[in-house]
């Protein structure tokens, strides 16, 4: 099972966003049979048959096992992911585009770019799982504190010229065999967790 599933195909994501399926997406971080199922959520068997095939189908759960009982064979699905996260490009004719109107203080700008960064490393880590290999990413997480508007145009401003002056020292546009990677800083103001 992945830590985290990217879904690319809009039919996916509609059928992951369906209640009933996203809760069974939910309930099979363990492998269970329908049968187990319709008794934890409330639904008969058959419903709960028809929603695993339909997941099953777009490749968000899978066979785990299969078990005899008596004449029958029980099927036991897992989900295929812990957790999944819906690209952009599941939606791709409306799916948002940085370079149409790029403002480093947009808050929409900044969920294009959110969006880009999402559907990127969705088809890196779609194109390495499928060769088996891994993809060479960094990310840091953290907040800050402002005490004024002022510190916080400043800290922009000093971040952006401190980020500008690493992509100038390790840019080499000639550097045979090099590989271009792609950067994005972002700062919002921070959303309690509940």
């Known amino acids: 099972m992945l830590d985290v599933a990217v879904i690319e195909d809009a039919a996916t994501a509609e059928v992951s ?29 058959q419903k709960v048959n028809y929603h695993l095939r339909t997941l099953e189908q777009h490749g ?6 299969e078990r005899r009982k008596g004449n029958m064979t029980e099927r036991v699905m897992r989900a295929t992911a812990a957790s999944y996260v ?3 490009a599941a939606l ?15 808050a929409r700008w900044l969920l294009a770019v959110a969006a880009r960064l999402v559907r990127d490393v969705g ?12 993809v060479a990413t960094f990310a840091l997480d953290g907040e800050v504190r402002f005490a004024s508007a002022a510190d916080r145009a400043a800290f922009a401003e000093e971040l952006a010229t401190a980020v500008t002056g690493l992509v100038a020292k390790y840019h080499d546009e000639d550097a045979a065999g090099g590989r271009a990677h792609r950067i994005v800083v972002a700062v919002h103001p921070s959303i309690p967790e509940e």
């Open 123 to 134: 088809n890196l880590l779609t194109g390495a799982s499928k060769a088996g290999r891994k």
């Open 86 to 88: 819906i690209s952009p």
């Open 60 to 65: 968000l759960v899978e066979l785990a096992e």
């Open 92 to 106: 791709a004719a409306v799916q948002p585009d940085p370079g149409r109107s790029p403002d480093r203080l947009s």
């Open 17 to 45: 966003l369906d209640p009933v399926r996203a809760r069974l997406l939910a309930e099979l971080a363990e492998p269970s049979s329908a049968t187990m199922l319709a008794a934890r959520i409330g639904l008969p068997r």
